[in-house]
């Protein structure tokens, strides 16, 4: 199997959607299709892109004041499907799981929100599930897909986009991999740190 992947799918949802436009507009251009949830679905539409929501491909809506929208095997399969295996394959046409190549995600402000001296009702809703769970599925992944865990990596994708088109080398997705593990822990240390606090 060839190291080098195309993107062809990608799902974006965003809590901050600043310095996205570019970003977007480069892998449209490119041909990539658009996946996404809520508020992200909405400003994609906003751009002019086509976007098809998470929920036509779930059969789900958002659900519990939001706290769920993206965990389902469409999605997940979708990332950690290993296009190498034919039984990955076999099982994701078996149930109708789309391949996602790239993951734009990021987190929900845990740290700014606790900073900011909100209820800890309001902190605990501030404790990214989807977000976290997204990007640890498409890092491990990396063989296949592309994790983008933050704003921060917004560039570094685009640099690539913009050389060569919508596709990448193996060891630039580990590289988004190793970023998109030190963003996870960097998140899930500060909520240790606000619990252990208590």
């Known amino acids: 199997m060839s190291a080098?992947?195309?993107i062809k799918t990608a799902l974006v949802?965003?809590?901050?959607?600043?310095?996205?436009?570019?970003?977007?507009?480069?892998?449209?251009?490119n041909g990539v299709?658009?996946?996404?949830?809520?508020?992200?679905?909405?400003?994609?539409e906003?751009?002019?892109y086509p976007c098809q929501k998470v929920e036509e491909v779930t059969t789900y809506p958002?659900?519990?004041?939001?706290?769920?929208k993206t965990l389902h095997p469409k999605v997940f399969g979708g990332i950690l499907g290993r296009r190498e295996l034919e039984g990955d394959r076999e099982q994701m046409a078996q149930y109708e799981i789309p391949e996602i190549d790239l993951v734009i995600v990021d987190l929900y402000p845990f740290e700014q929100t606790v900073a900011s001296g909100a209820s800890k009702?309001?902190?605990?809703?501030?404790i990214d599930i989807g977000g976290i769970s997204l990007i640890r599925a498409g890092a491990k992944n990396?063989?296949?897909?592309?994790?983008?865990?933050?704003?921060?990596?917004?560039?570094?994708?685009?640099?690539?986009v913009k050389e060569r088109g919508?596709?990448?080398?193996?060891?630039?997705?580990?590289?988004?991999?190793?970023?998109?593990?030190?963003?996870s822990s960097h998140y899930d240390t500060a909520i240790h740190n606000w619990f252990a606090a208590q």
């Open 121 to 126: 009702a309001d902190i605990i809703e501030k």
């Open 62 to 68: 958002s659900i519990l004041g939001g706290r769920v």
């Open 142 to 160: 990396f063989n296949d897909v592309v994790i983008v865990p933050s704003k921060a990596e917004y560039q570094m994708l685009l640099d690539i």
């Open 33 to 44: 299709q658009f996946l996404s949830t809520g508020g992200t679905a909405t400003f994609i």
């Open 166 to 183: 919508a596709q990448t080398e193996l060891e630039e997705r580990e590289a988004f991999a190793t970023r998109a593990f030190g963003v």
């Open 46 to 48: 906003s751009l002019g």
């Open 13 to 29: 949802s965003v809590f901050h959607k600043d310095g996205l436009d570019e970003l977007l507009a480069q892998l449209h251009a």
């Open 4 to 6: 080098t992947k195309k």
